[in-house]
């Protein structure tokens, strides 16, 4: 089944500085993909749905980069601001078989210093 | 727009002894329901996969037994967890969704944590 790992577990930037965050996955057949954040005590927020024709693809304050060569998913944050301190996960689903389930990665904390 | 509510947002059991916990769907209709779990220090597991007029699938290392699901109709959905211990603690999700659309919608989560 689908893999996906994610990288770094943990990241520490200073406010104004850029954030990366990147998932690997393993099956070609991934349609869809999807970027969460999980604020402390919190669920998940959906931060940008990804279809595979997209390579990329730009939100409020962040970009998220779709290389399927690589099969490769990266969230890039501009300028972080403590605020975008949290626990962020990236999620792969595929459409065959019509369920959509997300497989997820293992997180990335982030934390944003002033 | 499409919500999910879950309750309760947190909970206490004894070990060895159950809880349920629930999820609402609004402003859709919820044909797919995922439960996951996500343990601490760990990501988000999948624990079955509950379509409406067919068979839940558990994933491996999840069963029925355990985590008994009901999906009675389009809005509402139960798990829940029998016979909990320490293993058992940690946050669980559920996302549901429609057949318009192909991702999922997300609650809050409910927490859980055996002592």
């Known amino acids: 089944g689908e893999q996906v790992e994610q990288r770094p577990p943990h990241l520490s930037v200073r406010e104004g500085d850029s954030a990366v965050i990147i998932c690997t996955y393993t099956d070609p057949n991934s349609y869809y993909f999807f970027w969460y954040k999980q604020e402390p005590g919190a669920g998940l927020q959906l931060l940008m749905k990804v279809f595979s024709s997209t390579e990329i693809n730009e939100g409020q304050g962040f970009t998220v980069l779709l290389n399927k060569k690589d099969k490769q998913l990266s969230l890039n944050l501009t300028a972080a601001h403590p605020g975008d301190s949290a626990v962020y996960f990236c999620a792969v689903s595929e459409a065959s078989g019509g369920n959509y389930k997300p497989t997820f990665g293992k997180g990335t904390s982030l934390v944003v210093h002033p | 727009g499409a919500l999910v509510y879950q309750y309760p947002r947190r909970t206490i059991c004894k070990s060895g002894t159950s809880m349920r916990m629930e999820c609402q769907a609004v402003g859709f209709q919820a044909t797919s329901v995922a439960w996951y779990r996500q343990s601490p220090q760990k990501t988000f597991e999948l624990i079955a996969l509950?379509?409406?007029?067919?068979?839940?699938?558990?994933e491996q290392n999840f069963t029925q037994e355990k985590f008994p699901i009901s999906h009675p109709n389009l809005s509402f959905s139960s798990m829940t967890v029998l016979n909990a211990y320490l293993e058992d603690r940690g946050l669980y999700l559920c996302?549901?969704?429609?057949?318009?659309?192909?991702?999922?919608?997300f609650g809050s989560g409910t927490r859980l944590l055996v002592i």
């Open positions: 996302g549901a969704r429609d057949p318009g659309h192909s991702d999922y919608t």
């Open positions: 509950s379509t409406v007029n067919s068979a839940i699938k558990y």
